[in-house]
């Protein structure tokens, strides 16, 4: 993986979007940041006299503080918003939410929505950066690509490598952008769940569809375990949670379907037990805590790069 290219964009919204020249340059860029963050002294002033705004309005665990982490890394001065302190519990739109925030000097606005094309609505419209930490059921471009770091890291590789995505993809914004990330690096993408959440029609995207682990699973270099969405499980999509741990979840015996070398990954929350045995989430296989420490690299690179487009 080579990086022989400039970042165009002043947003990222989507690795839709991204060129696989800029893929290349932000997971090279973060491999410079992953050394800073093993020094004693983390920070760098890359971006100080910046501001960054972090919009959640929607929960999360490791995308906001790994964002918080990795804007603090690079000096920028750090605001948090979430939708319970903010206006919009008092009727404000979101847009008008957004332009008070660029006009208290937001550089950086990095926004979390449950509605899918948010980001892209307030690209257009306000001249801060916007990264995109989840839209709806459309991306989270950051996971995909600290998901790729990872990979890279124990793999070496992306291309050629069989790569096993396994649940509600349907639903998933983390496999939409796995699925655009890995089709362009030239790996094999094989969905696995049950077909009311894995639909014959993504087949369009360049991947592969299986309905059970035994031959989804056969040889994979990496399995990618997605989160039971529980929220959706009243829509009948899979009958009980029961069922899908029996035919879906991740254990020991499934895992040794895959190579001897398979690494495990999951983006979190994990819904131990169901999605995943314990044993599997814990063992020597999983990288998932890897992926954690390796995303503030990665939101560094993203960060960093925008900020050179801006100026
Ligand atoms: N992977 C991920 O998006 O986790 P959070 O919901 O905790 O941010």
């Not at 060129?19 to 760098?44: M, N, Q, Y």
């Not at 490791?62 to 605001?79: C, M, P, Q, Y």
């Not at 609505?121 to 059921?137: C, M, P, R, Y």
């Not at 014959?200 to 990618?224: C, N, P, S, W």
């Amino acid at each position: 993986m080579t990086a022989e290219c400039t970042f165009k964009s002043k947003d990222l919204l989507g690795i839709k979007e991204l060129s696989k020249d800029e893929i290349a340059l932000i997971l090279d860029t973060a491999s410079g940041f992953r050394d800073v963050l093993r020094r004693d002294i983390k920070k760098v002033p890359a971006l100080r006299g910046k501001t960054a705004v972090n919009l959640f309005f929607e929960p999360s665990t490791r995308t906001r503080t790994s964002f918080e982490l990795a804007e603090k890394r690079l000096s920028l001065d750090v605001l948090n918003l979430s939708v319970t302190t903010s206006s919009v519990v008092k009727g404000e739109t979101l847009m008008d939410t957004a332009l008070n925030v660029q006009a208290l000097g937001a550089d950086f606005m990095v926004i979390r929505h449950p509605s899918s094309g948010v980001p892209h609505l307030l690209s257009g419209n306000i001249k801060a950066s916007v990264i995109n930490a989840g839209d709806g059921t459309n991306e989270h471009p950051t996971q995909a690509l600290l998901d790729a770091f990872t990979i890279m890291e124990k793999k070496g590789r992306i291309e050629g490598l069989r790569v096993a995505i396994v649940g509600d993809i349907l639903h998933s914004r983390v496999a939409k952008s796995n699925i655009y990330l890995l089709t362009k690096f030239g790996a094999e993408v094989r969905l696995i769940g049950p077909p009311t959440l894995v639909p014959k029609r993504l087949e369009q995207l360049g991947v592969k569809t299986f309905y059970d682990m035994e031959t989804g699973l056969k040889d994979a270099d990496v399995i990618m375990m997605l989160r039971i969405q529980m929220e959706r499980q009243d829509r009948g999509f899979f009958p009980s949670t029961l069922e899908y741990s029996r035919y879906w979840g991740l254990n020991m015996e499934r895992l040794s379907l895959a190579d001897k070398e398979a690494i495990v990954m999951h983006p979190g929350p994990m819904n131990r037990g169901l999605e995943i045995a314990s044993d599997v989430a814990d063992g020597p296989r999983s990288v998932i805590l890897e992926q954690v420490t390796n995303g503030i690299a990665v939101r560094m690179a993203v960060m960093y790069l925008l900020g050179g487009v801006r100026g």
